[in-house]
């Protein structure tokens, strides 16, 4: 059974950089496509970066392309989310999750889920 751990959230300023890591146990992730959600109170969670299991094909939602940036390292077992120019509306719970075959932007199709790491930005 895979289980996800992300770290790397904080309080930050308007402007700054976080790298979130989401750290992977219990199986290899190597072969399934990574994603980032995000979570703000109030409201759903939304779709905000994946990766395909070799790296090789990232998408994004278009409020953080060009600002964040996803990559993994199957030798670790581990997805990274590069959050750069953060801006208060990124306030969110971050989430990675897992899933078999092709990137999707629906959270329901993800099959396993970290606890989330909280990212407050302050202005």
């Known amino acids: 059974q895979v289980q996800l751990a992300e770290s790397g959230g904080g309080l930050v300023q308007v402007g700054d950089s976080l790298r979130l890591s989401c750290a992977a146990s219990?199986?290899?992730?190597?072969?399934?496509?990574m994603g980032w959600f995000r979570q703000a109170p109030g409201k759903e969670r939304e779709f905000v970066a994946a990766?395909?299991?070799?790296?090789?094909?990232?998408y994004y939602a278009d409020s953080v392309r060009g600002r964040f940036t996803i990559s993994r390292d199957n030798a670790k077992n581990t997805v990274y989310l590069q959050v750069t120019s953060l801006k208060p509306e990124d306030t969110a719970v971050y989430h990675c999750?897992?899933?078999?075959?092709?990137?999707?932007?629906?959270?329901?199709?993800?099959?396993?889920w970290g606890q989330g790491t909280q990212v407050t930005v302050s202005s």
């Open positions: 999750a897992a899933k078999r075959l092709s990137i999707t932007t629906k959270p329901y199709e993800y099959g396993y």
């Open positions: 219990g199986g290899t992730v190597s072969s399934y496509t």
């Open positions: 990766i395909s299991w070799s790296g090789g094909y990232t």
